[in-house]
């Protein structure tokens, strides 16, 4: 993880606010705080960030359409959510909007900079040493190519997905053909893919689909397997 990455933190809590600007600056990260969706909005026009934590309780706009407005604008950006400890269902809408991961509250502020920084190393990823071999991937038309964490689309289209979304497509190219459980995509994938719980892989596997299948009801390159897992199933070739 970057030692001067620069961490957003979203929440109208003020004793949270100061006490994770404390936190982690005391762990070298530098941090801003914002206390509702016009806060953050406008300290993100004056500075470029590396992460953003949500809280998903805001007044005005919900960290839940926060979250789906910047995946609209930004692919890229690591984005954590805070929930409350037992509402399952905004953990599942936040992943589906396409958060990286969530953190129920009440939290330890270890467990949350162990968070951040396991999604940082997943989005630096594209930092890896620029000495290695290009390794590219082809099926289906599509062209995915690792090294840069690229995926193309027929017609020569960019699709952008998140380090999560990412990671997880390039265990299935990898496997291609292959039927993989869920706890066999967390493994493969490093055990480090945004997922900790059962529907987080379902919640992945869904965002792939919406991005990449013509009709992701019935989807043609993942294929849902009953009482298995899933599989990809276009022949892949690398180079």
Known sequence: MKSDAHILIVDDDKGIRDLLQEFFEKRGLRTSVARDGNEMEATMRRNQFDLVILDVMLPGKSGLE???????????????MLTAVNETTDRVVGLEMGADDYVPKPFDPR??????????????????????????????GWTMDCSRRRLIA???????????????LHTFVKSAQRVLTRDQLVELSGGDVGINYDRSVDILVSR??????DDPRTPKLIHTVRSGGYQFIPETTSE
Do not use: S
Request: proline residues 6%; aromatic residues 4%; contains cysteine.
């Open 208 to 213: 792939l689909r919406r991005k990449m299948e």
């Open 111 to 140: 467990e949350l900079l162990a968070r951040i920084r396991a999604v940082l190393r997943r989005n630096n990823a594209t930092e890896a040493p620029r000495q290695q071999p290009r390794q590219v991937y082809r099926f289906a």
């Open 66 to 80: 926060l979250c789906r407005e910047l995946r609209n604008t930004n692919q890229a950006l690591p984005i954590i």
């Open 154 to 168: 027929p017609g020569d289209v960019r699709v952008e997905l998140t380090a999560a979304e990412f990671n997880l």
